[in-house]
């Protein structure tokens, strides 16, 4: 039998050198964030040496195969935390550990059209990009739905399209937290809508893609509505954006009536198989259960309010210096009009359309930090700029 020694791989000292050039890329960059919501408060020291091994995840953490190295058992820990946080009893759900928001998206919306096969998804226009992708690959049948110029779905339009197509069974997909402007879809309205125009609610499917708000709300008082308690149906979170972490993950989590009807029995790993991929990632569950386990709630609400109150001081600084910028109660997004090529290519700021925004993460320790970008935003939309007409009127800066 080889021993580890003997298999050993060895770089050449020009491979090396590129290496430490990119860790010192890395390093200078780590805290570059800006536009882009990835928390970069993480420390998973503790986890490194698991690097060695050759762990995988492959099918359910409650159906465990034969395959010996998995963290099931610490995948198991975070999707129960996950079923708590969003109001479900673990046994009425189930979920997994994912490579990203966008795969949870995917499984909400496989789920819901295995439901109802000749269903039609309704989203919003401000939707993330991800739609677009699912819709084609489970080739569900689609329509984007106007928003309200604070980035929420228009719930009237919504109602008339449905009532319009004469779709039965509608799949909601609803956003909490957009991308763009952190807008929260109204659930409770959405859900009133349906019934006042005749769909019962075993009828629809209502997925929620919380890539971001996920790891906001449960953390806050007075959160819009977004749990299962609030009655959806399957909701996905990036474990990569509020939580932190070094490579992209996150979970979806359904009801397990609509999980149940999907498994698959494969007999070489001797397990049943819900998820989308094959193998899955052993290390991402480690890492999520090590960011849950590492905090307590008093120190979630804290990390959160200490970012939601840099967000509000953001605003009303650029605002004092007529920058028309404004945000959802909830968010950490400042929003704001686009401001010149050269600031946003500068600052990597994320810009749609009219649009740009900056995001006050938990290694933002203060304000100071953007000190750079907010001088180029004022720069080139200060106190010249004119109030955006486009902007929402109860958001719409005083300026
Ligand atoms: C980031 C984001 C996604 C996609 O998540 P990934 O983890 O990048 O796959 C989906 N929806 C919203 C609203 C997002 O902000």
Same mark, same amino acid.
């Given at each position: ?22 860790? &010192? ?20 020291? +503790? ?7 050759? %762990? ?35 046994? &009425?759900?189930? !979920? ?9 998206n995917m499984f909400g919306c496989y789920l819901a059209r295995e439901l109802f096969p000749e269903g039609t998804l309704y989203y919003s226009q401000e939707t993330h990009y991800s739609v677009a992708k699912i819709i084609r690959l489970l080739r569900i049948k689609a329509k984007e739905i106007p928003t309200l110029p604070s980035g929420e779905i228009d719930c009237d339009k919504l109602a008339e399209q449905i009532v319009d197509d ?14 763009? +402007? ?31 708000? !996920? ?28 939580? !932190? ?28 198989? &819900? ?8 290390? /991402? ?7 849950? +386990?590492?905090?307590?709630?008093? &120190?979630?609400?804290?990390? /959160? !309010? ?17 920058? =028309? ?30 649009? *740009?925004?900056? %995001? /006050?993460?938990?290694?933002?320790? *203060? ?24 902007? =929402?009127?109860?958001?719409?800066? /005083?300026?």
């Amino acid at each position: 039998m080889a021993l580890a020694t003997d298999i050993i791989m060895t770089l050449s000292a020009e491979d090396q050198h590129r290496l430490e050039q990119f860790w &010192q890329f890395c390093l200078t960059h780590q805290y570059f964030n800006v536009g882009y919501p990835e928390a970069a408060d993480f420390d998973y020291f +503790k986890l490194h040496k698991f690097l060695q091994f050759s %762990i995988n995840n492959c099918g359910d953490w409650g159906a465990p195969g034969n395959y010996l190295l998995n963290t099931f058992e610490f995948e198991r820990e975070v999707m129960h935390y996950f079923s708590s946080l969003f109001s479900i009893p673990p046994e &009425q759900s189930w !979920g997994y550990v994912t490579n990203g928001g966008t795969e949870g998206n995917m499984f909400g919306c496989y789920l819901a059209r295995e439901l109802f096969p000749e269903g039609t998804l309704y989203y919003s226009q401000e939707t993330h990009y991800s739609v677009a992708k699912i819709i084609r690959l489970l080739r569900i049948k689609a329509k984007e739905i106007p928003t309200l110029p604070s980035g929420e779905i228009d719930c009237d339009k919504l109602a008339e399209q449905i009532v319009d197509d004469g779709e039965r069974h509608p799949i909601i997909f609803a956003n909490i937290g957009t991308t763009m +402007k952190g807008a929260v879809d109204d659930i409770g309205a959405i859900q009133r809508r349906l019934s006042a125009i005749g769909i019962p609610r075993q009828d629809y499917y209502l997925h929620a893609d919380a890539a971001l708000s !996920g790891m906001i709300l449960p953390f806050v008082d007075d959160a819009p509505a977004f749990s299962f308690a609030d009655g959806i149906d399957s909701i996905s979170v990036s474990g990569h954006k509020m939580m !932190g972490s070094p490579i992209p993950c996150g979970i979806v989590l359904a009801r397990r009536r609509f999980v149940d009807r999907i498994a698959v029995e494969v007999d070489y790993i001797s397990a049943s198989d &819900q998820t989308i991929s094959g193998s899955r990632n052993g290390f /991402t569950p480690l890492l999520m259960w090590a960011a849950i +386990k590492g905090r307590t709630l008093a &120190q979630w609400r804290e990390r /959160t !309010g200490r970012c939601l109150a840099m967000a509000q001081q953001l605003v009303e600084r650029l605002n004092q210096q007529g920058v =028309p910028a404004w945000r959802h109660p909830h968010s950490i997004t400042v929003v704001f009009p686009r401001p010149s090529e050269r600031t946003w290519k500068t600052h990597c700021l994320a810009t749609s359309g009219e649009h *740009s925004h900056l %995001i /006050t993460l938990p290694h933002h320790h *203060s304000l100071h930090q953007l000190d750079a970008v907010i001088h180029d935003i004022v720069q080139d939309l200060g106190p010249a700029a004119a109030c955006s007409d486009s902007l =929402p009127v109860a958001l719409a800066c /005083t300026a």
